[in-house]
């Protein structure tokens, strides 16, 4: 098997990723079809982000959504007023639809414009899919781009934490996160390299993937952003659950 491998920043990670509208409409499809199918429970707390339920979860991509019209156009479009009233078949409904004109814009801007956009949608997308216990895709055109979003917020913990490089890897594929030579290399299943780099992954559970020395260097840099790791795991690692055709 040849092996990739990628400097975070540089453009040959460009050839994997596929353009933000694209990675934008697919995920809103994808949540789409996961939430009109029956679930045991309704409204179930999101265990990656317990401050939201399935529902509080979806109001926020709509008002993101909502938003992201606003900046790219220049033109504000309001959340819908009734949002906190609406049921989840109404939010997915009005996130379709303002999503529909995000993609137009996402389109016309084209280039990295919209990369924060869809590694959130595609993030809380997977979030959605432990929420309610639905299998991991094994492909995900939003993957690429969204991945390269959290490496570079990674690599910039990295740098300003003081830390040497570190290399992260799936095998086929291989990131260098940081300045210089790598001085360690991260193997995981790419799904949990990811989800640790989101903040969905615990310390415990991160040091438990395969290093080929310690981790708690580098454990501090995975907090950054946006993204702080819980301090107990609110998800199994992807080994243990099964990946959608």
């Excluded at 975070?8 to 079809?33: A, F, I, Q």
Aim: aromatic residues 8%.
């Amino acid at each position: 098997m040849d092996t990739k491998l990628y400097e975070v920043g540089t453009p040959t990670l460009r050839g994997e990723r596929v353009p933000n509208h694209e990675s934008y409409r697919y995920v809103r499809g994808s949540v789409l079809e996961l939430l009109r199918a029956p679930r045991v429970v309704e409204d179930p707390v999101v265990p990656s982000c317990p401050e939201w339920t399935l529902r509080g979860l979806v109001t926020h991509l709509v008002g993101v959504a909502a938003t992201s019209i606003g900046r790219l156009s220049g033109y504000p479009s309001a959340q819908p007023s009734s949002s906190s009233d609406m049921d989840i078949p109404e939010l997915l409904a009005a996130w379709d639809r303002l999503g529909a004109e995000v993609d137009v814009l996402l389109a016309e801007r084209g280039g990295r414009t919209g990369s924060i956009l869809a590694m959130d949608a595609f993030t809380h997308e997977l979030d959605i899919r432990y929420a309610i216990g639905a299998a991991l895709p094994r492909e995900h055109p939003a993957f690429a781009g969204a991945f390269e979003v959290l490496a570079n917020g990674f690599a910039a913990a990295v740098s300003d934490h003081g830390l040497p490089a570190l290399r992260l890897s799936t095998v086929s594929t291989q990131w260098i996160v940081g300045d210089g030579a790598p001085a360690a290399t991260l193997t995981a299943d790419r799904y949990d390299l990811y989800r640790s780099l989101a903040g969905r992954r615990s310390h415990a559970q991160i040091t438990a993937l395969d290093w080929d020395r310690g981790s708690h260097r580098w454990l501090p840099a995975f907090t950054w952003g946006p993204f702080t790791p819980p301090a107990t795991p609110v998800e199994p690692v992807t080994g243990r659950l099964r990946l959608s055709s």
